[in-house]
């Protein structure tokens, strides 16, 4: 039976050594190669050609929802895991929306990594149990307390760009280099976008343009309780 190809991606050296530690003994895990920010990962798609990447969410030169996305773009075949040691619905939406296959906590025990491996790599998806539960959470209530009609009607032609690419996981710079815009201007989009919306983060933003289909998502997210 062919090995899973995996990659490791984090900027911490010591934390890659871990995660290399915990594979390595398995007899179904190959790992390919390792990077430390996604700009590394991107360039290393070609020579490496991993089955899953294993990939930090933040990281200095380009994050890993950043690069989820670029990888998602070039090699569609690819199951990104996303890790992070943090609970951030924000980051949970751009995952999602990134193409991501996953998205854990680094506190997750060993067996419960090596499982998400194996369950990612038969082509399934997955998403801590805790994390997916506030944000669905969220996104149900959103919904909840908004009109299908006529659905942000108020926002200019920009404004919906900018919104596309708020549920998207874009940040204010890339925002701005997407638009050719300046950065300020890009935030201004942003703040005038939650104002009248009446909403008050990014997350809840990303939330009501998937739920009126402003935006969809790059694939569809089952949950693994």
Not at 29 to 40: K, M, R
Not at 66 to 86: D, F, G, Q
Not at 114 to 125: E, P, W
Request: net charge negative; glycine share 6%.
């Amino acid at each position: 039976m062919p090995k899973i190809r995996l990659m490791i991606v984090d900027d911490h050296e010591m934390v890659r050594l871990g995660l290399r530690a915990a594979f390595e003994p398995e007899a179904d895990i190959a790992i390919v190669g390792e990077a430390s920010n996604g700009a590394e990962a991107v360039a290393k798609m070609s020579t490496l050609d991993p089955q899953i990447i294993l990939m930090d969410v933040r990281m200095e030169k380009m994050g890993g929802i950043e690069a989820c996305r670029e990888i998602k773009s070039r090699n569609p075949n690819v199951h990104i895991l996303m890790i992070t040691s943090y609970t951030d619905e924000d980051a949970v939406f751009a995952s999602m929306l990134a193409g991501a296959s996953g998205y854990l906590l680094k506190n997750v025990s060993r067996l419960e990594l090596l499982k998400s491996i194996r369950h990612v790599a038969s082509g399934q998806t997955l998403l801590d149990p805790h994390t997916t539960k506030q944000v669905m959470g969220q996104m149900s209530n959103l919904a909840g307390n908004t009109s299908p009609t006529g659905a942000g009607e108020d926002l200019t032609e920009r404004e919906r760009e900018v919104l596309a690419l708020i549920a998207r996981g874009y940040t204010n710079k890339q925002i701005a280099e997407a638009l050719f815009v300046s950065e300020k201007t890009a935030r201004n989009h942003v703040s005038h976008i939650l104002e009248k919306l009446d909403l008050s983060r990014r997350s809840e933003a990303a939330a009501f343009a998937v739920e009126h289909k402003l935006v969809q998502p790059r694939d569809r997210w089952t949950i693994d309780q």
